[in-house]
Nanobody, 123 residues
Framework: QVQLVESGGGLVQAGESLRLSCRAS????????MGWFRQAPGKERESVSAISWHGDITAYGDSMKGRFTISRDNAKDTVYLQMNSLKPEDTAVYYCAVAPSTAHIMKGTYDSWGQGTQVTVSS
């Protein structure tokens, strides 16, 4: 079992940036891909980004491309999501997840996920 703890959320104005972090603990040797999804009130869950173990494969949702950057530090069992040029429509709870592949994460299939961190972007 893998436990995931997100941090870094908060309230920002449109155009500003935030960096989310997610640290994994437990059976981390089973982790291949890590990533993020988000959910806003009244909206469907949306895949945000994913990264492979070696970091050579990354994926982004269409509305995040060019604004968000995912990275990971395997020595720290941590994945990061740098979010720039934030928009009010980015407001959501952001969840960290692990899965066998980046494709699994982007398709919404996870092995484990965290409790989430709130991101609020004001206009």
């Amino acid at each position: 079992q893998v436990q995931l703890v997100e941090s870094g959320g908060g309230l920002v104005q449109a155009g500003e940036s935030l960096r989310l972090s997610c640290r994994a603990s437990g059976r981390t040797w089973n982790i291949y891909a890590m990533g993020w999804f988000r959910q806003a009130p009244g909206k469907e869950r949306e895949s945000v980004s994913a990264i492979s173990w070696h970091g050579d494969i990354t994926a982004y949702g269409d509305s995040m491309k060019g604004r968000f950057t995912i990275s990971r530090d395997n020595a720290k069992d941590t994945v990061y999501l740098q979010m720039n040029s934030l928009k009010p429509e980015d407001t959501a709870v952001y969840y960290c997840a692990v899965a066998p592949s980046t494709a699994h994460i982007m398709k919404g299939t996870y092995d484990s996920w965290g409790q989430g961190t709130q991101v609020t972007v004001s206009s």
